[in-house]
């Protein structure tokens, strides 16, 4: 199993940047998809963007679409997410999730999570 951890959190006004960073370790095969999601209190765990570990498809939720951009280094092995034009609703938990075999927005099928990482942004 892939162990992640995400970092890069905080608070941000509404336009400002971030950029997330999920370090991520164990045995991480070439058919892993890695994914973004975010909760918001109250709310139920959402779809943010995923990647392919070997591989240039993205995907994007449409809320994000155009603002966010999904990356990664493998020689660091580590996930990326830089979201610009922050929005007050991007306020969140963000995770970061792992799964081998094809691509999925939906987040049971992620079987390794990180500990999540609160972003805030202020009006």
């Known amino acids: 199993q892939v162990q992640l951890v995400e970092s890069g959190g905080g608070l941000v006004q509404a336009g400002g940047s971030l950029r997330l960073s999920c370090a991520a370790s164990?045995?991480?095969?070439?058919?892993?998809?890695m994914g973004w999601f975010r909760q918001a209190p109250g709310k139920e765990r959402l779809f943010v963007a995923a990647?392919?570990?070997?591989?240039?498809?993205?995907y994007y939720a449409d809320s994000v679409k155009g603002r966010f951009t999904i990356s990664r280094d493998n020689a660091k092995n580590t996930l990326y997410l830089q979201m610009n034009s922050l929005k007050p609703e991007d306020t969140a938990v963000y995770y970061c999730a792992a799964r081998r075999g094809g691509y999925s927005d939906y987040g049971a099928l992620y079987d390794s999570w990180g500990q999540g990482t609160q972003v805030t942004v202020s009006s």
């Open positions: 990647i392919r570990w070997s591989g240039a498809v993205r």
């Open positions: 164990g045995r991480i095969f070439s058919d892993y998809y």
